[in-house]
């Protein structure tokens, strides 16, 4: 077996600028459709961020990704092309009012972002048997989902904006990226440097939803139980720290 050093003692806690970084990326992470830029990626950038997608974790360490980096204009075309198909059925699913707010939304920024990426999973990757999805089966596209999210953070320290595009039939999408179809397309992302990145999220801005307060989510035990601030700290905790990590 492989030795496996502890890391230094010092790291067992990151220092107060350290965790600042990290609580500002994640607060600071956007999904971006309308503000790219079309300077180029530098590779060492993209490297980095990818090398953050590959540090995800994974179901029985199955790293069951792939990443298509996407730069040629015909086949972004095509993807677009596929976007648009999907979301004018989109918007027909809507109720009138909500349908003309719906046509109202950028969704998308895959023609003017100057790389696009989609991050896949090979469900197959280390044979039929994995620990950990044993009984629950859908773990390694979860594990796919953890690499978004590595990758999308990365980005954002890095300056850089992703937008995921998921309003594609998926069918369309392996056939425009030539993905196999043992291979599932987990997130068509648009990536660039942007102009600037917004304060909240688009949708929430654009009156189509609230964020939901954190403590309306939290349950005690059982499904469903809530419990007053009174009765639990970590309600009243949550509560007070509604600003973070603006007064952090
Ligand atoms: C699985 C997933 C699919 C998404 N698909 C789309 C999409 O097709 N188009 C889009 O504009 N945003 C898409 N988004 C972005 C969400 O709309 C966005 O994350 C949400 O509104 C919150 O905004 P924020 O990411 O800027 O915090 C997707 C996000 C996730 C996690």
Known sequence: MEKNQPQNQE????????????????FNRRDVRGQFKPDPIPDDVLSRV????????????????NFVVVRSQAVKQKVHHAFVEANDKAADM????????????????I????????????????????????????????SSVCAVQNFWLAARAEGLGVGW?????????????????????????????????FDKPELETAGWLKR??????????????QK????????????EDKQFPGNW
């Not at 009138?96 to 109202?104: P, Q, T």
């Open 11 to 26: 790291d067992l806690f990151f220092s107060q600028d350290e965790r600042s970084g990290l609580y500002k990326t994640i």
């Open 50 to 65: 990818l090398y953050a997608a590959h540090h995800a974790p994974s179901v029985g360490f199955m790293q069951p990704w």
């Open 94 to 109: 809507f109720e009138s009012e909500k349908s003309k707010k719906y046509r109202s939304l950028k969704l998308e920024g």
């Open 111 to 142: 023609l003017e972002s100057p790389v696009n990426i989609c991050i896949t999973c090979d469900r197959q990757r280390t044979g039929p048997v994995v620990i950990g999805r044993t009984s629950m089966k859908e773990m390694d596209l979860y």
């Open 165 to 197: 595009v998921s309003i594609i039939e998926q069918q369309a999408l392996q056939e425009a990226l030539a993905i196999p179809a043992d291979i599932v397309p987990i997130a068509y992302l648009c990536v660039g440097y942007v102009s600037h990145f």
């Open 212 to 225: 939901t307060p954190l403590d309306d989510l939290l349950y005690f035990d059982q499904w469903g139980e």
């Open 228 to 239: 007053s601030s009174d009765e639990e700290t970590l309600v009243s905790q949550v509560i």
